[in-house]
Nanobody, 118 residues
Framework: QVEVVESGGGLAQAGGSLRLSCAAS????????VRWHRQQPGKERDFVAQ????????NYADSVKDRFTISRDNTKNTVYLQMNSLKPEDTAIYYC???????????WGQGIQVTVTS
């Protein structure tokens, strides 16, 4: 089992930046990828970005490409989401999701609020 805990959310102005962290614990050696998703008010949860745990390759949703950067620090078992050029439409609850290579299990954090004002 893997546990993930998000931190770093909060309030930012449009054009500003925030950095989210996702700290993983437990059976880290089973990690395949870590993803960020977000859920905007009244909408479904959407994929934002992904990083493969071993190789470090990344993928992004078109809506955040060139503005957000996902990275990892294997020594701290932590994944970061650097969010730049924030827009009001980035306002959402952001969730960290760990996917394991054994059985493809998904583990979710509790979510963290990001609010961007215009």
């Amino acid at each position: 089992q893997v546990e993930v805990v998000e931190s770093g959310g909060g309030l930012a102005q449009a054009g500003g930046s925030l950095r989210l962290s996702c700290a993983a614990s437990g059976r880290i050696f089973t990690l395949y990828a870590v993803r960020w998703h977000r859920q905007q008010p009244g909408k479904e949860r959407d994929f934002v970005a992904q990083i493969y745990w071993s190789g470090g390759n990344t993928n992004y949703a078109d809506s955040v490409k060139d503005r957000f950067t996902i990275s990892r620090d294997n020594t701290k078992n932590t994944v970061y989401l650097q969010m730049n050029s924030l827009k009001p439409e980035d306002t959402a609850i952001y969730y960290c999701n760990a996917v394991t290579s054994v059985g493809g299990s998904n583990y979710w954090g509790q979510g963290i609020q990001v609010t961007v004002t215009s």
